[in-house]
């Protein structure tokens, strides 16, 4: 399975934005991270197949929502009230089987895309 991500850009502060990650196959639970510069993977939020059950890192709960539609295979997240410090590259990850596991980490994904900048101004 194949993940591209799209809808990165540059953004001023407070501006909204939604980033989208399409899996060329099956995929079980995604999840999107970043990595600011400089600094070190982190999770930002998590959904199942389902889109019952979704998880967020608290620097984004409140200002994101995840979502998927799996008849396109495709899962999104829209980012509201964005800060600076919330630039970064934006990666989507999936795992092809549904597995226990934390969404919060790496692990429990198998499938990677190449990630998506976002910057944004103040």
């Known amino acids: 399975v194949q993940l591209q991500a799209s809808g990165g850009g540059m953004v001023q502060a407070g501006d909204s934005l939604t980033l989208s990650c399409a899996a060329s196959?099956?995929?079980?639970?995604m999840g999107w991270f970043r990595q600011p510069p400089g600094k070190e993977r982190e999770f930002v939020a998590g959904?199942?197949?389902?889109?019952?059950?979704?998880d967020y890192a608290d620097s984004m709960r409140g200002r994101s929502f995840i979502s998927r539609d799996n008849a396109k295979n495709t899962v999104y997240l829209e980012m509201n009230n964005l800060r600076p410090d919330d630039t970064a590259v934006y990666y989507c990850?999936?795992?092809?089987?549904?597995?226990?596991?934390?969404?919060?980490?790496?692990?429990?994904?198998?499938?990677w895309g190449q990630g998506t900048q976002v910057t944004v101004s103040s």
């Open positions: 959904i199942n197949r389902a889109g019952t059950i979704v």
């Open positions: 196959g099956f995929t079980s639970k």
């Open positions: 990850a999936a795992s092809r089987f549904d597995s226990w596991g934390d969404y919060r980490s790496e692990n429990l994904y198998t499938e």
